[in-house]
């Protein structure tokens, strides 16, 4: 069974889903990989959904930087050992592909991990929003390259106010 709810986010419609333990995924309305509903799938209002809307609101409200949230993707080895690694990038930075190919322990898989980053199931929470070209273009997103560059300012503008905050 997979359960799912709707969230309304400034980037639009989100399409929350679970296991009934585990986040399983968080899809933008939209975006490449969207996933159809079969069956299988039952709209609900568990308790882990009302958490994931409440720290999405705070991140999108700039009262938080870090989700606390039981994750569970649904991917090859690879691609959980991609985003494991991007759930380290800090608030607000951003890493080339090429750095993160560095990090799974393997420099030449720059596109295998540009293409674990672009079926990232659970966006935001697991920030491949974060992962950028080389040359600090804003290839590829899943959801639109508008988002991905929503959310890089959206995270800047709050690092910024907290470096204000500091002076």
């Not at 991609?82 to 800090?90: A, D, N, R, S």
């Not at 491949?128 to 804003?138: E, P, Q, Y």
Request: proline share 5%; net charge neutral.
């Amino acid at each position: 069974m997979i359960y799912y709810q709707w969230f309304t986010s400034p980037l639009g419609q989100v399409l929350l889903t679970s296991n009934g333990q585990s986040l399983t995924g968080l899809h933008l309305h939209g975006q490449k990989y969207f996933p159809n509903r079969t069956e299988d799938w039952q709209e609900s209002t568990l308790d882990l959904f009302v958490q994931v809307q409440e720290q999405l609101t705070e991140y999108f409200a700039h009262q938080r930087q870090q989700f606390d949230l039981p994750l569970e993707p649904q991917g090859t080895p690879f691609q959980k050992q991609v985003w494991q690694l991007l759930t380290e990038i800090p608030f607000g930075q951003t890493i080339s592909y090429g750095t993160l190919a560095k990090q799974t322990g393997n420099p030449t898989a720059s596109r295998a991990v540009g293409a674990a980053n672009g079926r990232n199931p659970i966006a935001i929470v697991v920030p491949c929003h974060r992962v950028i070209a080389a040359n600090g273009a804003l290839t590829g997103y899943a959801g639109g390259v508008d988002r991905k560059q929503w959310l890089l300012r959206h995270e800047q503008a709050e690092v910024g106010n907290l470096l204000g905050s500091v002076v």
